[in-house]
Each structure stands twice: as structure tokens, then as C-alpha cells.
């Protein structure tokens, strides 16, 4: 096993990392932009460099920079974490050249995947069934439109290079068609530096469920069955569980099967995701991308098939088999994660930068949590706003939902504002509780959060005052008070819902309104 390994990258993903590095006696090179010399990662580190200022094309996507970090220190590996360097083919090379090992798959697997219709084509020649669509850039209008109705309407425009939703256009007529090709192409040449995009039929009401893979040196590939991240803002998983509320063995094993055939194909070394659409009514399943590193929703796998995959990615690295077969996957339980932002779900989701001056994270019966924060960190406006992941586990997917709103009630951050208390009220919304779970989930639950406002009285300024006073009271009589409230109510959800509101430091006018 490699001596020691530096981390090219930051926050939480970094501590995720370090405790695997721990447990394998791996010593840990850790990099840092200018403003996060204080950080958790840096402090949990045996060494740290500092490789550029705060911008992350300076420091954090510096490539001479990490490697000269690297050289510096005797590093024998790079881990790439997600995000950052760990998709950049050029870094896979770069670091190869450098004698040095990255933890991931090589440059050629990840070029294939790194753009959309070469994956398509990939899945084709797989075998593995795709959107239908072009699997080739549109060379112009005029063949755009005549594939928009060989496919028939609606179709989605996306860019070839893209993901994340940048350059996709969805168009349902002829007329919206030029314009939509014209921004889509726009847009993703100033996102990716590559104007094309391609065309697909649109699935209506798309799940998205996605497979995790891993694949050793010696050609094993194996699937860890699948995550269901339908609950997306703008593109951004907001909530993700194992396995997905559809709950179908038979789809897990046909996707997986899919999955495993596509990591073949281009001889995949490592964890992956293979990314498919599914559609709600039929449950037929399409390939839409793979992502060729370790995810952010990682820890719902790591906690229904109690494999760390950290360790199995150094494992592979170090030239290893793999440690388990395909029989040896057993799923158990239920996982849900909320990726908790440094974000105001009050004001559109707006960044609330600053430094946490409260922080009680939630403990006890099956609850994991990757935090990249504690007391007085600064959360920063330069790197993404996620702070935290909450993830729990339970026997069922109703104990796994319980535990996650007593844990999200516990769970306390003070001095920025987070997106706690969007979970709270998620977790409490039938729709959530029965699984109804495709794309469209987010902007139906915001239509009913207005619909239920919409129903409150109007409350005058005045009233607001005598509202705060109250609320003022409450807080310094918090048990009491609390207490009271509980017991003149029989639904235990709502009850909880109202003790969250009473004890919670966060948006607490705004939470006392909603309940
Ligand atoms: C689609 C789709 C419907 N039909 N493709 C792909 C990237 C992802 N972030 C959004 N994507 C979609 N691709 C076809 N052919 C619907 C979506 C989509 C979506 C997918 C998963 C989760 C949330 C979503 C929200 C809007 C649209």
C-alpha cells in the first residue's frame, strides 16, 4: 500500500479521504488556497501545502502547482476527490508523467466519458440502451430540425460537452426550435469552451437512478446497486437515497448488469457512476452519462452495503484485486443523505457566506456525518457552498425518514444560514414520505409551500411585533414552553416540525409561520 498520498482537493471529500487514509497507515499530503490555511482538511493533514490564492484555477486547479506540492512532500499518489481536477483528463496524464499514481481511471476512459456523445456511442457499441437520439454533434439548423422530427417533440437539446444541465434547452415545437439550438450553443460554448450539442427525446417525468461501479486492474467489475437523486435544484442533487423508493430488485440487477457492461467497454479502473433516466411510468431505463470519480452521494452506497469504497479505490490503485465479488453485495437497510448548504432557502436559495458560530450536529442510531466545517470555520464565497452531508440509516425507508427528521431537528448551525430547515419541511411532505420521487419533485414542492402560505391570514407589521416578542419569550423559556406545545397535539411529525421551530436557531420566524 502507498506510504503516503496527497489529497487534491478540499472541505469535506478531503476528511472523507484522511479518515480512509488513517485506517490504511497512509500518511496524508494535504493542499490549500491562501484563505483556507485554517481548514479542517488542513489541521486533520500530516503535511499541508499551500498551492495558490484563493481563486481555484490559482490553486486548487493548478496542476503545475499540486504536482510541484507533490514533489515537494515524496508523494507516491494523487486523490482527486470529485469535483475540482478529478474529471480532467490532461491531470491524469499530467500526474502520470509525473511518476506518480492517480487514484481513478485512466485518461482514455475518462476522455470517453467526458463528452456525451462519445458516452452514447460507448453505450451503444455496449449494448446498453440509450435516450433515443443523435450519438453525433448537430452540424446545423437544418438537420436539427429534421432529427426533432425524426424523434418527435418534445426533444431536449444538450451540450456534447457538457452535464449539469448547462446547454440544455428542452423544446416542444418548431417554433421554439432555432432559438433554443442558437442559446444552447451559445451557452455552452461559454460553459465548455465547445458549442456543440446534440439531440435527444425528451422522457417525461425522468427519474434519475444511477449505478455505482468498481472495477480492479484485472478486468472484475462489479455494481453496488443503485442511488435515486431525482430531488434536484437546478441540476443540483439536493437529496439522495439507497436504494431508490421504486425498490425493484429485478430493475437493480438489469441496470447494474447495464452499468457493468458500459465500465467494460472502456476498460474502467475504479469507483464510477453510470448515470440512466428512468421512466416513471414504464420503468424502462436509459444510459445518460457516466461520471468517472468518487460522488458526493457516495456515503448512501457505503452505508446499505457497508463497504468503504475510499479503501477499495486505494486498493485498485495499489494494483490489488478487488475485495469482494458481485455475489458478495448484499444491500441492507435504507440510506438517505441532504447535502446541507451554506444557502438561504428562504431568499432563492441565496450563498450565506460567514463563520459558524453555533454548531451542534445531531449523533446516535444511524447517523453519519461528513462535515467540512466545525466552530468559528469560515464558509467562504469561493468554492461550492455545501458544508455538510447528513446521512442516515435505518432499517426501513419509514425508520430511515424518521431518524432523518429527528436528526435534522437536532442538527444546529449558527452564524450562517443553511438549508436545514428546507429538509425539515421536505421530510415532512407526503409527496417525500410516499416516494413519489421524479425531476419535477422540487417545483411541485414549492408550489404547494406557496399554496399553504397563501392560505395563512395577512399579518400586519404590528402583529409581526407582537409575534417576535413572543417568540423572544419562547426562547428564553424554551423547555417549558415547548413542552406545553407538544403535548396539546397528537401528530408526532407536526410535533416535532414544532419543537425544530422552537428550538431552532435558524429562519425561526419563518418556520414558526410555516407550521
Ligand atoms: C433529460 C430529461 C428528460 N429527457 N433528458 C440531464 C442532466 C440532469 N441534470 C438533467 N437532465 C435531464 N435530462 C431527456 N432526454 C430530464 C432531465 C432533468 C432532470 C434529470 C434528473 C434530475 C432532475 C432533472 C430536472 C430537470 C430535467
Known amino acids: 500500500m502507498f506510504r503516503k498520498v496527497l489529497i487534491a482537493n478540499r472541505g469535506e471529500i478531503a476528511i472523507r479521504i484522511i479518515r480512509t487514509c ?23 493533514a500530516d503535511e499541508a501545502v499551500c498551492v495558490g490564492p484563493a481563486p481555484s484555477n490559482q490553486s486548487y486547479l493548478n496542476i503545475a502547482s499540486i504536482l510541484a506540492a507533490a514533489k515537494l512532500t515524496n508523494t507516491e499518489a494523487v486523490h482527486p476527490g470529485y469535483g475540482f481536477l478529478s474529471e480532467n483528463a490532461d ?15 485512466s485518461a482514455e476512459a475518462m476522455n470517453v466519458m467526458g463528452s456525451k456523445t462519445s458516452a452514447r456511442r460507448a453505450a451503444v457499441e455496449a449494448g446498453v440502451p440509450i ?108 437529496i439522495e437515497e439507497c436504494p431508490s ?31 440512466f433516466l428512468v421512466a416513471d411510468a414504464t420503468r424502462e431505463f436509459y444510459f445518460l452519462e457516466m461520471n468517472t470519480r468518487l460522488q458526493v452521494e457516495h456515503p448512501v452506497t457505503e452505508l446499505v452495503t457497508n463497504f468503504d469504497l475510499v479503501r477499495e479505490q486505494f486498493q485498485v490503485a495499489d494494483g490489488q484485486r478487488l ?25 432563492n436559495f441565496f450563498p450565506s457566506p460567514g463563520t ?66 428546507f429538509f425539515r419541511r ?28 397563501a392560505q395563512l391570514p395577512d399579518v400586519q407589521i404590528n402583529d409581526m411585533a407582537i409575534v417576535a416578542a413572543a417568540l423572544h419569550h419562547v426562547r428564553q423559556h424554551k423547555k417549558s414552553v415547548s413542552r406545553l406545545a407538544t403535548s396539546s397535539t397528537t401528530n408526532r411529525w407536526k ?3 414544532r419543537n425544530a421551530a422552537l428550538a431552532s436557531r435558524e429562519a425561526v420566524p419563518s418556520q414558526w409561520r410555516k407550521r
Not at 447494474?256 to 474502467?268: L, M, Q, R, T
Request: hydrophobic share 40%.
Open 495 to 497: 410535533m416535532s416540525g
Open 22 to 44: 488513517r485506517e490504511l497507515g497512509i500518511s496524508v499530503v494535504a493542499v490549500y488556497s491562501e484563505p483556507d490555511a485554517e481548514s479542517l482538511h488542513v489541521r486533520m
Open 131 to 238: 435516450v433515443p437520439g443523435t450519438v453525433e454533434p448537430l452540424t446545423s439548423f437544418a438537420e436539427t430540425k429534421e432529427t426533432a422530427h425524426k424523434f418527435g417533440y418534445p426533444v431536449m437539446l444538450k451540450a456534447a460537452a457538457g452535464g449539469g444541465g448547462k446547454g440544455m434547452r428542452l423544446v416542444h415545437s418548431d417554433e421554439d426550435l432555432l432559438s433554443a439550438f442558437e442559446n444552447a450553443q451559445a451557452e455552452a460554448a461559454s460553459a465548455f469552451g465547445d458549442s456543440s450539442v446534440y439531440l435527444e427525446k425528451a422522457v417525461e417525468k425522468p427519474r434519475h437512478i444511477e449505478i455505482q461501479i468498481f472495477a480492479d486492474t484485472f478486468g472484475n467489475v462489479v455494481h453496488l446497486g443503485e442511488r435515486e437523486c431525482s430531488i434536484q435544484r437546478r441540476h443540483q442533487k439536493v
Open 323 to 347: 475485495s469482494f465479488t458481485q455475489e458478495d453485495v448484499e444491500w441492507l437497510g435504507h440510506a438517505i443523505e441532504c447535502r446541507v448548504y451554506a444557502e438561504d432557502p428562504d431568499n
Open 356 to 421: 459558524i458560530t453555533h454548531l451542534q450536529e445531531p449523533s446516535g442510531p444511524g447517523i453519519r456525518i461528513d462535515s467540512g466545517v466545525r466552530l468559528n470555520s469560515e464558509v467562504s464565497i469561493h468554492y461550492d457552498p455545501m458544508i455538510a452531508k447528513l446521512a442516515v440509516w435505518g432499517r426501513t425507508r419509514v425508520e430511515a425518514i424518521d431518524r432523518l427528521r429527528r436528526a435534522l431537528d437536532e442538527y444546529k448551525v449558527g452564524g450562517i444560514t443553511t438549508t436545514l430547515p
Open 245 to 275: 423508493p421504486i425498490n425493484d430488485p429485478e430493475l437493480r440487477r438489469q441496470m447494474g448488469n447495464a452499468a457493468v457492461k458500459i465500465a467494460k467497454a472502456v476498460n474502467y479502473v475504479g469507483a464510477g457512476t453510470v448515470e
Open 426 to 453: 421536505v421530510v415532512r411532505d407526503d409527496e417525500f414520505i410516499d416516494g413519489h420521487l421524479d425531476t419535477g419533485f422540487i417545483s411541485r414542492f414549492n408550489a404547494r409551500e406557496k399554496a399553504m402560505d
Open 91 to 105: 491531470f491524469v496524464r499530467a500526474v502520470a508523467d509525473a511518476g506518480l499514481i492517480f487514484i481513478g481511471p
